[in-house]
Structure formats: C-alpha cells, structure tokens
C-alpha cells in the first residue's frame, strides 16, 4: 500500500481574540526619545497589498545584545523585550515602534493567506552593507532586505512574490 500525503493547509486561521493585545507593535511608547518606526507595506504576486498579513518583530536591544528580558507580551515603557506583532490593514500596511537594534537588521516572520507557513526574511538598516551575512545574498536580490531610512526611521516593503520578491531565509525546524 501507498500513503499519499494529504494536502497542505495554508497558515491560519487568524483569532484577532488570540492574537492581538494591547501595545502588540509598541515595543516602545511613542513618546520614548529613541523611538523610530519600522514600517512597509506586504504585496502579493500581482503587486496588490495582502491586508490580513501579520508580522513579528524579533530584534536585538540597542547594545546589541538580545534581549533577555521576560513576557515578550510585556509592555510597561521600562521593559524592552525586542518582540513585537502587527496585522496589516487594508492597505498592506504595518508599523512597530521600536528602538534601532545594535545588530544591523530586524528579524520578520510574516503569515498571510495563502502560505503554509510563515516566511521568515530581515529588514537590513541602510548602513548595514557591510554584514557577513547579507554579503553572501546574490548581489542582484540585495536590495529586498534593506530598509530605506526616512523621516520616521525605516521603510521596508515585503513582497511575497514576483519582480523584486523578498529575500527568505530556510529555518531549521520549517
């Protein structure tokens, strides 16, 4: 006898009840004098915004190192945990509020329809050119990780396809 493997489910489904919490993309309030705002938009293959994605933030404290700080969820203007999570709205769009990291990018998990699980990919600050690890993507796809720095911190633009797709990384237990 053969055994086929059953279909593949997509991630989800979202419960905004599980999933949401007060201060979820405020790592730091608004009025912290180091905060900076880490923001983009999710497109899909076509190019459209995906307005039911949700990303994670990972980061490292400003020092560099991670955070060793407990309750990620945790969010008392004292407490710096380095962990954050944001939905897009109806316009792909996702902000954090947060602090810049010491290590030169901010880790990302997205989830959206249609993906089996999530995908995990960097935001690379823009003077970050010269780290070991972004060295080694193909030159041509570089570009997808690095935010671009504005009046409000970094805008970093997920494509989960197409023309200028994201660059993802394998995890070791995906």
């Given amino acids: 006898m053969t055994w086929l493997p059953t279909p593949g489910q997509t991630v989800g ?22 905060a900076v705002r880490l923001h983009g938009r999710v497109f899909d293959g076509a190019g459209q915004p995906v307005p039911d994605a949700l990303i994670e933030l990972w980061q490292a404290e400003p020092s560099g190192r991670p955070s060793r700080a407990s309750g990620s969820l945790r969010r008392d203007s004292a407490t710096f945990t380095g962990w954050g999570r944001c939905a897009t709205g109806a316009d792909g769009r996702y902000a954090f509020t947060t602090l810049v990291p010491g290590a030169p990018f901010f880790a990302l998990t997205v989830f959206a329809r249609g993906l089996l699980d999530g995908l995990f990919t960097r935001a690379y600050l823009p003077t970050a050119s010269g780290d070991a690890f972004l060295r080694t993507v193909e030159a041509e796809r570089r570009h997808t990780l690095l935010a671009v720095a504005d009046d409000a911190g970094y805008e970093f633009d997920i494509r989960l396809q197409g023309e200028d797709e994201t660059v993802f990384l394998a995890h070791p237990r995906h």
């Fill in 13 to 34: 489904p979202f419960f905004s009840f599980a999933l949401e919490y007060d201060g979820d993309a405020a790592l730091v309030p608004d009025h912290h004098p180091d």
